[in-house]
């Protein structure tokens, strides 16, 4: 059964700074995904964070809770050999999604990226 559903869209530009300001990357960002986008161009950079962002939002929306409880370096994408992202939920927000949704909470999440915005969405079924 489906427990929540979240979406974010934000606008890639804006990460242009973030990615300028190490504190603000290791603020939000967990330190799997920080050295992932290290060999990564400054355009792309932009990109990778700004829809890792959109889905570290939308899973607080698809929670029901916002971010409160955890912090978003709990929450990261990892791609599988073919390139599917799927979010990994650790810490804090593991224990927040065990809580309201169950000991086998599955979350889906789906990122997209074009030119100006990122999106994501997350689905989070009951365990």
Not at 27 to 56: G, H, M, P, W
Request: charge should be positive; aromatic fraction near 10%.
């Amino acid at each position: 059964m489906i427990y929540g559903i979240g979406c974010d869209i934000v606008k890639v530009s804006r990460f242009a700074k973030w990615v300028a300001n190490s504190s603000l990357i290791n603020r939000f960002f967990n330190k799997n995904e920080i050295l992932t986008a290290d060999s990564c161009s400054i355009q792309r950079k932009c990109e990778y964070y700004a829809v890792r962002f959109a889905a570290k939002e939308s899973f607080s929306k698809a929670l029901g809770t916002g971010l409160k409880g955890f912090e978003l370096t709990d929450i990261y994408i990892e791609k599988d050999a073919d390139g599917k992202p799927s979010l990994r939920i650790t810490g804090n927000a593991a224990v927040e999604l065990e809580k309201n949704c169950g000991k086998d909470a599955r979350v889906h999440v789906s990122l997209s990226h074009e030119k100006e915005y990122a999106v994501a969405y997350v689905i989070i079924e009951r365990g």
